[in-house]
């Protein structure tokens, strides 16, 4: 048991942690949040009115006619506020001091109509009133009965109108709460480098930002505003049934503890299928999110049954405790209801009496049935409220357990400067591994001067598109130096690093949208700039033959251009920022002879004046590179340009061998 409540205190401490950062985000809205708290106390108490303006007017005016009046002779009176009939004036009992004992009438209802009686003697013969005087009598209950009906109306427009602007301002301030959250999240996750994605599945970031948000949202607009509410009611609920009457008070209140003990219990039980919920959610959008990019490989293979048996076991425990929350419900909700039921019943009972006795009027028993129903909807909205704020406290953690992860390529304090940049570059010494002491690259040293180009071959795995990984500190190294014009990359700016160095994958990312705006990439440029551009790398042929051009929209990924026409694509897009180093990963394998051509034209464009990278299984395509090296599991085996390497006869001799006997076959 210590150790249960042990968990549980540092439980609460915690989400009170997450609970103090949440409401950083709220603190520059507190102007607007402090409004709607006003206009719930407003509301809340406007509610409350309409029952009790019900109960005036059944106990003042509908059954008005009971109340005792002093009958005072006209001459007599001294005052004229009261029903004149006859020689006499009637006035309310509790209106009039009645020092001379004047007699006390009231109206008592049978069978041929009312008859107006000594109010101590209601069986009395009486005199029976015309309709005339009947309505005479009743006059001012009449006119009561008008003015309240006026005042429900109005009570009902303003509580409309003020629900109307205090529900607004609420999603309102909570929607730039959560808008705040989402953009810090995705420009957190902007910030970190490649290798954290290495380790979290895509459908799970998609699921902190769109599904944990939302939750985030629900919290601000049902918990942490309304919450208040629910007090507001509640307090004022009890505040008023005990200022009516302390006996029928206690006799509502008596299920209380009850209820209080099945929430305990269900909130105990809840907490933990939300937890599950959210992590089988996340387990499914990660799964959706690999199937759908790999289906052409899944339809392939022909491997949709087996994919779907992995989907569906996920989804089939998403769906059991789906269940399991659903029971939990059905078991709470009509718990509730049913005591409400008894606590109606139990007043009926004892407050149904009291009126049978007449010690209590039957307004009061109507206002108490009516508040009482009141009163365990801000109870049940309390539980689902704090099951809300459970969900949120996950959901949170998560977010933050995002927003708090440092795994970043740290800028330098002071970056240096690199004036009239030549792009130079150098590995010396260099060690990297992606986990541990694994090591990728061992002991890496080559230099490549200015203008000059490059190509790195071997195997794979043996470590070339590291190197690029590396030039460009998407990771950053364990040992060694990398240097550009002599300066460790490690000293410069990164984003002023990467703006100097322009890469073309092999498999090009294409964003939805346009042609046009693939090129730029949000880059200000002219469209005849971007029309020059294209032209300038072969692109402007295929270009011009879509259907809208520059505007042809393409889907996801490029799914609707071939391989070649979006590797045509990038080489606009990396022309368009002018890089002084360039470097292409495989850029020309698997692309058909025709395109190959336009491509080598558009590389031999894109490489003049520049230092240049390339990365190729394909050896005919570097055989002008002015340096190749050679790489096998992770070190330089050979160096030289590609007349030397072959006159070694050594392992790239050995690559040349085989793919030129291949090209035979």
């Known amino acids: 048991m210590n150790k249960l409540h042990e968990e ?80 006499y004036i009637y006035v309310l009992k509790e209106d009039y001091d009645n020092q001379n004992n004047y007699p006390l009438k009231t109206l008592v209802q049978r069978t041929d109509g009312y008859y107006l009686v000594d109010a101590d003697k209601t069986s009395s013969p009486g005199i029976l009133l015309s309709q005339e005087d009947y309505l005479t ?18 009570v009902i427009v303003l509580t409309f109108v003020l629900s109307y602007l205090q529900i607004y301002i609420l999603n309102y301030t909570s929607q ?16 970190l480098a490649v290798r954290y994605f290495d380790n979290n599945p895509i459908g799970r970031l998609v699921t902190r ?23 507001f009611m509640l307090s004022g609920i009890m505040i ?82 789906q269940k399991k929350e ?33 010690s209590i009027q039957f307004g009061v028993l109507f206002v108490f049935i009516n508040y009482l129903q009141k009163f365990y909807d801000p109870i049940m909205d309390l539980t689902e409220k704090y099951n809300i704020l459970q969900s949120a406290m996950a959901s949170s953690e998560r977010i933050f357990r995002i927003l708090d992860t440092d795994m970043k390529i740290e800028n330098p304090e002071k970056p240096m400067d690199i004036e009239g940049f030549k792009g130079e570059i150098e590995f010396r010494n260099v060690w990297f591994a992606y986990n541990d002491q694994d090591w990728v690259l061992k002991d890496i040293s080559f230099k490549i001067n200015s203008g000059e180009s490059v190509a790195i071959v ?84 295929f270009i011009s033959r879509l259907p809208k051009g520059y505007d042809e929209p393409v889907m996801e990924r490029g799914s609707t251009l071939s391989a070649g026409e979006r590797q045509l694509l990038a080489f606009a897009r990396t022309l368009v920022y002018d890089p002084q180093i360039l ?44 340096k190749i090296i050679v790489l096998k599991q992770g070190e330089i085996k050979e160096m030289g340009s590609h007349q030397d390497l072959l006159r070694n006869k050594g392992l790239y001799y050995n690559l040349y061998q085989l793919q030129y006997k291949e090209s035979f076959q």
């Open 8 to 87: 549980e205190v540092l439980g609460k401490a915690y989400d009170w942690k997450l609970m103090k950062r949440l409401l950083k985000y709220a603190r520059p809205y507190w102007i607007l949040l402090t409004v709607s708290i006003l206009l719930l106390i407003v509301i809340t108490g406007l509610e409350l009115l309409n029952p009790y303006l019900v109960k005036i007017a059944i106990d003042d005016h509908i059954s008005g006619y009971k109340r005792p009046r002093i009958e005072i002779p006209l001459e007599a009176a001294t005052t004229q506020d009261g029903v004149v009939l006859g020689e």
């Open 137 to 154: 009598f009743r006059r001012s209950d009449i006119e009561g009965l008008d003015r309240i009906a006026i005042l429900f109306a109005a």
């Open 176 to 191: 730039k709460i959560i808008f705040n959250i989402r953009g810090d999240l995705f420009n957190h996750l902007q910030s």
């Open 209 to 231: 930002v769109t599904n944990d948000t939302e939750t985030l949202n629900e919290m601000y607009t049902n918990v942490l505003v309304n919450l208040f509410k629910d007090f």
């Open 240 to 321: 008023v049934m005990l200022r009516l009457n302390v006996q029928l008070a206690l006799v509502s209140f008596a299920l209380i503890p009850v209820i209080l003990l099945i929430s305990i219990v269900f909130r105990k039980y809840i907490r933990e299928v939300y937890r599950l919920s959210r992590v089988q959610l996340a387990k499914i959008n990660a799964s959706l999110n690999e199937n759908i990019s790999g289906m052409r490989t899944i339809q392939i293979f022909k491997k949709e049954h087996k994919f779907f048996q992995s989907f569906n076991k996920i989804n089939t425990e998403y769906l059991n405790i």
């Open 326 to 358: 659903i029971t939990y419900f059905a078991i709470f909700r009509p718990s509730i209801e049913v005591i409400r039921s008894l606590g109606i019943a139990l007043l009926v009972y004892f407050g149904g009496g009291n009126v049978i006795s007449g």
């Open 458 to 541: 071997g195997a794979t795995g043996a470590g070339k598109t590291s190197i690029i990984n590396l030039l460009t500190r998407f990771y950053d190294i364990q040992k060694g130096e990398i240097l550009l014009d002599g300066v460790n990359i490690k000293n410069i700016d990164k984003n002023t690093l990467r703006q100097k160095i322009g890469v073309v994958l092999q498999d090009v990312f294409i964003f939805t949208g346009n042609i046009r705006d693939n090129i730029r990439l949000n880059k200000d440029i002219s469209d005849h700039k971007v029309i020059e551009i294209a032209k300038y790398v072969n692109a402007h042929r």
């Open 583 to 626: 470097v292409l990963d495989e850029a020309t394998s698997s692309i058909d002879t025709e395109t190959e051509l336009l491509i080598q034209d558009a590389l031999h464009k894109l490489v003049e004046g520049r230092t240049s990278i390339a990365i190729a299984h394909r050896l005919s395509t570097i055989q002008h590179s002015d």
